[in-house]
């Protein structure tokens, strides 16, 4: 399901880069509620979070609340420090730099990570599908 709705998202980003135009400098981009929900259902869909945490994530964190809870809760917060916080500072870095690109470079950019997804989707998405299908073991 994560991998079909990554491949929309990229189809709608490949449909909305024909007529996007580039943010003015400091104004706030539009439908930034929207992309943080897309975002979110992406993050809340993508397997390898949870493979990570059942594999893991999980038991690390029950070792080491067995020898110390602090060391546990050190561990899930640096963690999750490390993941959202440089998912932060990207974001950051691309929205300070965007509005300095032209119509066309923006919109090819827009489009071009609208093939990412859909690539991105596929890889999710196929061997998913063959699990489901009972192709793979």
């Given at each position: 399901a994560g991998g079909l709705y990554v491949?929309?998202?990229?189809?709608?980003?490949?449909?909305?880069?024909?007529?996007?135009?580039?943010?003015?400098?400091?104004?706030?981009?539009p439908g930034g509620g929207r992309e943080l929900l897309h975002g979110v259902?992406?993050?809340?869909?993508?397997?390898?979070p949870w493979l990570f945490w059942i594999a893991v994530g999980a038991p690390a964190v029950t070792a080491a609340w067995a020898r110390t809870p602090v060391v546990a809760v050190a561990?899930?917060?640096?963690?999750y420090l490390v993941l959202v916080g440089s998912k932060v500072v990207l974001a950051g870095l691309i929205?300070?730099?965007?509005?300095?690109?032209?119509?066309?470079?923006?919109r090819l950019l827009l489009g071009g990570s609208g093939v990412l997804l859909l690539v991105a989707g596929g890889v999710?998405?196929?061997?998913?599908?063959a699990a489901l299908a009972g192709l793979t073991g």
């Open positions: 491949v929309h998202l990229g189809v709608g980003t490949i449909r909305d880069a024909r007529r996007a135009e580039p943010p003015a400098a400091g104004g706030n981009p259902v992406v993050n809340m869909l993508n397997p390898h561990f899930v917060f640096g963690f929205g300070a730099g965007r509005h300095r690109l032209g119509r066309r470079a923006y999710l998405a196929v061997p998913g599908a």
